[in-house]
């Protein structure tokens, strides 16, 4: 039997069909979000340092711009397909409307791996990529971000040529840079503290105390790590976190009955959130099979590794004992998976929700950068909570009042603040 290749586009495009049809939307409503209103596909000459040409290939795509200047990362990697760009752009626009800030949804990326490129390499790609649609994209048009294995040095090479080729200084143009050229404090923190400031709220409604309650995490890296910080922050007990292991080509879970200690982790942790194995022992973690973060008996599980974790060949593992599922990473449930989460009554809050964070400090970023004048850290979270609970309450106050998963529920209030938008602009 030939199956056809998963695709995003048509998973993005079936879910909002779905909610279109909890909105009862009208059909031009309909035809204006299932898909983008532009996208650019060009191609990026470079010279590679032997002196040969070669030829990347290049996107961007605005999904919807109703509600401000579309947001979104740009990702450097070899699978990367037009199709793929169009549904990341689709999710920003929702994500950015679920957590009510004034922006729309785009997502840019190049085909290409940066493992086989210099670092002169990637500049003249970032660079051209800027070239070819710095007139399309800018602080009140389109603001590009970091995503898959693209960092601060990017934005700032991409800053830097859009700089030049506009005249003038326009550090709201682009997010994710360094802080020392206009990057926000708290930045780092404010996807995982976002998780958990939405896993805060949740407690209070499954009337439960974060003090008595303990987690098992997917992953080590920038959200695991901060959503663990703020966890125990708030009383929580971590038990097991998790790791890829790129030496074994494996990943590996680490548990500690009575709480993993953030501190000792860090310190034997790559810059990969790559946890030394042999280290880990020493301190006295068991190292069990990756799979075991989902199998432990604990209250809430946080999967903020990578899509597709819980499926329909593990999720009979999760534990009795799980109340909660919060999202961290992005598509971490296969829809099986979900619907088997979903029988068994386990409160999950959807990832678009829970990992906003990130997107709300971004936003932060540019309202920062476009002033000129820059927050205290404490001010930069103090925002985030703000937000990420108004969020929270509003998806949660209308799931309770229409009996609506939480999933499905954020889906709503995304893509009717959008639908609202694109009507008062008489668009529809
Ligand atoms: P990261 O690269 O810093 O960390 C990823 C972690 O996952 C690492 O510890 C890695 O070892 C681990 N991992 C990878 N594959 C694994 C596997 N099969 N089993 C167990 N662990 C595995 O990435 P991150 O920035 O922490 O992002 C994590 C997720 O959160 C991604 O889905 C990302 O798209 C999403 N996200 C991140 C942000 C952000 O601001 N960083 C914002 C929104 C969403």
């Not at 990057?183 to 998780?195: H, I, K, N």
């Not at 599980?301 to 919060?326: F, Y």
Request: aromatic share 8%; charged share 25%; net charge neutral.
């Amino acid at each position: 039997m030939v199956t056809k290749p998963f695709n995003s586009f048509e998973m993005a495009q079936a879910q909002f069909d779905r909610v279109a049809g909890i909105l009862d939307l009208d059909q031009p409503t309909r035809d204006l979000l299932r898909f983008p209103l532009r996208e650019y596909h060009f191609t990026i000459p470079i010279r590679m340092d032997d002196g040969t040409a070669r030829v990347f290939r290049g996107f961007r795509v605005q999904h919807n711009d109703a509600r401000g200047p579309c947001k979104g990362g740009v990702r450097f990697h070899p699978q990367e397909t037009a199709d793929t760009v169009r549904a990341l752009a689709m999710w920003m626009t929702w994500k950015c409307a679920v957590v009510d800030i004034p922006l729309g949804g785009g997502k840019g990326g190049v085909v290409c791996d940066p493992h086989n490129l210099s670092l002169r390499e990637q500049e003249q790609i970032c660079r051209g990529w800027v070239r070819q649609i710095a007139q399309d994209v800018g602080p009140m048009r389109d603001i590009p971000a970091p995503d898959i294995m693209t960092s601060g040095q990017h934005m700032v090479w991409m800053l830097d040529e859009f700089e030049t080729i506009r005249g003038g200084r326009y550090p709201g143009f682009i997010t994710g840079k360094p802080v020392t050229l206009g990057g926000s404090l708290g930045r780092a923190e404010a996807t995982g503290f976002g998780v958990v400031i939405t896993v805060r709220e949740a407690l209070k409604e499954l009337g439960l105390r974060a003090a008595d309650t303990t987690a098992s995490v997917q992953g080590f890296g920038n959200v695991a790590q901060n959503a663990v910080k703020l966890y125990q922050q708030i009383g929580g007990t971590v038990v097991c976190v998790s790791c890829w292991d790129q030496a074994d080509q494996t990943s590996y879970a680490f548990r500690k009955k009575d709480g993993v200690n953030l501190g000792a982790l860090l310190g034997i942790t790559d810059r990969f959130g790559g946890i030394d194995i042999q280290k880990a022992r020493d301190l006295g973690y068991e190292v069990l099979p990756g799979e075991a973060w989902l199998e432990q008996e604990v209250d809430i599980l946080m999967p903020n590794a990578i899509e597709h974790q819980i499926t329909a060949d593990n999720v009979g593992k999760i534990s009795p004992r799980v109340r909660l599922i919060a999202e961290g990473a992005n598509g971490p449930t296969t829809p099986e998976a979900d619907a088997a989460i979903r029988e068994r009554g386990v409160f999950l809050i959807p990832d678009f929700l829970a990992n906003a964070g990130g997107v709300t400090c971004s936003y932060f970023e540019q309202v920062q950068s476009n002033a000129n004048y820059y927050w205290e850290k404490d001010e930069v979270l103090g925002k985030l909570d703000l937000k990420m609970t108004s969020a929270y309450i509003a998806v949660s106050e209308l799931a309770r009042k229409r009996k609506l998963l939480m999933r499905d529920a954020a889906y709503v209030i995304g893509v009717s603040r959008v639908a609202q938008a694109c009507r008062d602009r008489r668009w529809v």
